[in-house]
């Protein structure tokens, strides 16, 4: 038989009542009495709490008050919560004498574990394969690729892209057609000045590269997002452009269906408009082989964009265009008459890199590795979470952990207490986008930057800070 838990005189003491019905806010009245109790051994390790709602019975209280409380406290490390056998007084150090009493515990000044989207583990960069390709590049370089630089970009890298694009990604190209850039964000800088705006995106996204956007005079309206990646049905002929992430939607996790991916070239077609490809991790999928660019159907009314940043380090500023014709001329222009943005001997390095093979077994290994972070977390959840569910394809750098409605936010906050850097999808949503039923709570949870030491306890950090079941 479940043992049972104290009465709220027990937990609260005798004062505690009129407290609550004086004005100020009564969760932090709260979380500051239970504090005490626990202080002051009126509660013992191990002491089972009354469920939230027979809590807020007793108080005169809102649910949500007394449940945000409990949240708060198992965040700070004074309350525990397991599935199955409710919230009780954490297992600490015996009660502490008032002459000794800490303040209210404070935020970890800087994260333990890194959760965040966007890089890679920077130990796994290949260091050895970079500097062969490097000293390789070097010698065999010509006395141009040391003078002031073509803003096309260096042409051994035009031309090995050109055929690696074409091999991994069913791109249609040629090395005329490919512009260099430090990264995606640049291209984008590129673009708005070569084709204006208004321009429809992804209802969720990065914010980085609409605020890009917007700071070019481009605006950008929300089109949505569901398990089949865009609606793209809801282009319309005003849209002169619209950014996509087909292979792998950021950050829900959907590819664009098939037939929305020619939906989306019959549009630009019919309407003159243009397709921005942002390819972030198309490289990366783990259950079957990377679905190609839609690039590849109209390579004249469809741009890609790619970088290394996700598969070598975001230090290498190298990143490329693929560009319809009647836009190569205005976005070198927009650039400026000589290279000012990524170092040659880089872009020679990295030719020597792809043409030697050594990226696609760097991009092999890395596979390997990110499927094996990615299973990991699905596994840990399973065992420790099984309420909440990892969505979205095999494939990237991150997942989505979907989480109970209205959860988002404290979970975000119980990570940080945890020492756990990690973002909600709200940090994503594009501004006055409501989702159909409501707001989607969610993590979007990077696996690929912790070592491989640190990750099973990020992981285990992460699930500490997940609501009960």
């Known amino acids: 038989m479940a043992d049972s838990w104290v009465n709220s005189a027990e937990i609260l003491g005798s004062d505690l009542p009129l407290e609550l019905s004086a004005t100020g806010n009564r969760r932090a009245v ?7 109790a626990v202080r002051s051994g009126r509660l013992t390790p191990g002491t089972r709490l009354p469920p939230y709602r027979s809590l807020a019975a007793d108080l005169g209280l809102a649910r949500n008050t007394v449940a945000d409380a409990y949240a708060e406290l198992v965040a700070e490390g004074w309350l525990a919560a397991r599935q199955g056998s409710g919230t009780r ?29 966007g890089q890679p583990d920077p130990a796994a960069f290949p260091r050895t394969a970079w500097l062969a390709s490097a000293r390789r590049a070097l010698a065999a370089a010509p006395n141009d690729a040391f003078g002031p630089g073509d803003p096309h970009g260096r042409p051994e890298l035009r031309q090995a892209l050109a055929g690696y694009l074409a091999r991994v990604r069913g791109v249609r190209t040629s090395p005329e057609r490919i512009v260099l850039c430090s990264g995606a964000a640049h291209g984008l800088r590129l673009l708005a000045g070569a084709v204006g705006g208004p321009w429809a995106a992804e209802a969720y996204g990065l914010p ?5 956007l917007a700071s070019y005079g481009v605006g950008t309206r929300p089109v949505g997002v569901d398990e089949d990646g865009a609606r793209v049905g809801e282009l319309t002929r005003r849209d002169r452009a619209v950014l996509l992430t087909p292979a792998h939607q950021f950050p829900t996790g959907g590819p664009l269906h098939p037939a929305r991916r020619a939906a989306v070239v019959d549009w630009a077609r019919s309407t003159g408009g243009l397709v921005v490809e942002d390819d ?3 490289e990366f999928r783990y259950d079957r082989q990377p679905v190609g660019a839609v690039q590849g159907l109209d390579p004249e009314h469809v ?11 975001p230090t290498l500023r190298i990143g490329w265009m693929v560009l319809p014709e009647r836009l190569v001329a205005p976005v070198v222009a927009a650039k400026g008459e000589r290279e000012q943005f990524s170092s040659a001997t880089e872009q020679l390095t990295l030719a020597d ?21 990615r299973d990991q977390l699905v ?6 979470a099984p309420h909440v569910r990892v969505t979205g394809i095999a494939a990237g750098l991150h997942a989505v952990v979907e989480l109970p409605p209205g959860t988002e936010r404290s979970v975000v906050r119980a990570a940080a207490w945890q020492g756990l850097a990690v973002e909600g999808l709200a940090d994503y949503r594009h501004p006055g986008v409501e989702p159909p039923g409501g707001e989607r709570d969610g993590l979007v949870v990077g696996y690929a930057t912790p070592s491989e030491h640190a990750y099973p306890e990020a992981l285990e950090a992460l699930c500490r800070a997940l609501p009960p079941g």
């Open 30 to 36: 709260l979380m500051t009495a239970l504090r005490e």
């Open 89 to 117: 007084v954490a297992e600490r150090a015996a009660p502490i004498t008032p002459a000794h009493r800490p303040r209210t515990p404070e935020r970890p000044s800087r994260p333990v574990h890194d959760l965040v989207q």
């Open 208 to 212: 980085f590269h609409r605020g890009l």
């Open 280 to 282: 972030y991790d198309g």
């Open 303 to 313: 741009v890609l964009l790619g970088s290394v940043s996700k598969s070598l380090s």
């Open 353 to 373: 890199f792809v043409d030697s093979g050594a990226y696609d077994r760097h991009v092999r290994r890395m596979r390997q590795r990110h499927r094996r972070r």
């Open 379 to 384: 596994a840990a959840l399973e065992h420790r």
